[in-house]
Structures are given as structure tokens and as C-alpha cells.
């Protein structure tokens, strides 16, 4: 019975290297992951989401290594939609639940020719109780402000790591965000 085991798991490790996975960040800092995304430099982004979504962005594009990526071949430039929408109403119209969305849209430019390399959207959100305490509704929002840039931050990372593990040259473009109405 042990035996079948064995050879069930040396057979199913045998077919899964021919599926083509590879990983994502081969070769560690010296990878060509790795290497795109310390040459990556992030725009000024407008208000206070986008201060919150740069920041997140250059703690997880800075190099590993000194010396490692200048962060001027590419440039990330994000647009940012913040929007709190209330609903859970009581039967005196006051708002229970808010929902709060973070949308970007952003495009990786190669800062040398124009070129956009990457075009493509992220979009995060969550849920809010809002509670007598107007203090605590802030702080609420506040909080959860943060934890979506930190979401929206991971997804742009992600994508534009699976782009340069593809060979980062080629255009790639996802479709504009409907307009919020």
C-alpha cells in the first residue's frame, strides 16, 4: 500500500513538470521579476488614496538588494476612484452599512519612448458598519481606506510581475472600468 503511494506521488510529480508551470519569481533578486520590478518608479498619485496606494506600491517594488534597479526604465502611473455608498437603511432613514470601492486603473509606461507596455485595472472593497459613534465610523472608514490600497497594491504588483515574467515587452490591456454613476 505504501509502495502504490510512492509511485502515485513520484507519477503525479512527473506530469505536473510537464504542465509548464514555472515559478514566478525564479531565481530570487536576480530573477527578471525581481529585476523589472525594482526598475519600476511609481508616479505621484492624487489625494489621500493615492498617497496610501504609492506608498504600498514603492514598499513592494523597492529593491532587495542596493545597488539593485534605478526604478527609471518604467514608470507606473495609477488613476484612482474612491467611492462610500450607504445602504442598510432603518425606517428612519439613517444608514447602517456603507460599502466603500477603490478602483484603479493604471498603465506601466516604459519612461524612455511613451510606450504603454501594461493597461489595466484593479479594484478593491469592503463593508462598513456604521455606528452611533461618529468618531467611529470615521476611523472605520479610515481603516478600511488603507487595507484596500494595501489590496489594490498587491494586485498592480502581481499583474505587472506575471507581465514581465511573460517577457515585459509586449503590449497587454485589459478594458476600461464602466464609468461610477
Do not use: K
Not at 489625494?47 to 513592494?60: K, M, P, Q
Not at 507606473?76 to 484603479?104: K, N, P, Q, Y
Not at 459613534?133 to 502581481?158: C, F, M
Amino acid at each position: 500500500m505504501r509502495s502504490l503511494l510512492t509511485f502515485s506521488l513520484v507519477a503525479a510529480s512527473l506530469l505536473l513538470g510537464g504542465c509548464g508551470l514555472r515559478p514566478l519569481y525564479a531565481n530570487g533578486s536576480q530573477g527578471a521579476v525581481a529585476r523589472t520590478l525594482a526598475d519600476v518608479d511609481v508616479a505621484p498619485i492624487e489625494g489621500h488614496s493615492g498617497w496610501l496606494v504609492r506608498n504600498a506600491l514603492r514598499d513592494r517594488l523597492q529593491p532587495t538588494q542596493a545597488g539593485q534597479g534605478a526604478g527609471a526604465r518604467l514608470r507606473l502611473d495609477v488613476r484612482l476612484e474612491d467611492s462610500i455608498t450607504g445602504f442598510g437603511v432603518r425606517s428612519d432613514d439613517a444608514v447602517t452599512r456603507e460599502r466603500r470601492t477603490l478602483r484603479a486603473r493604471y498603465q506601466l509606461v516604459d519612461a524612455g519612448s511613451g510606450e504603454v507596455l501594461l493597461d489595466a485595472t484593479a479594484a478593491a472593497d469592503a463593508g462598513i458598519d456604521v455606528v452611533g459613534s461618529e468618531y467611529a465610523t470615521i476611523a472605520a472608514e479610515s481603516s478600511t481606506l488603507e487595507r484596500l490600497a494595501q489590496g489594490i497594491a498587491d494586485q498592480i504588483v502581481a499583474r505587472v510581475a506575471v507581465f514581465a515574467s511573460r517577457g515585459g515587452g509586449q503590449a497587454a490591456t485589459a478594458p476600461a472600468l464602466p464609468s461610477a454613476r
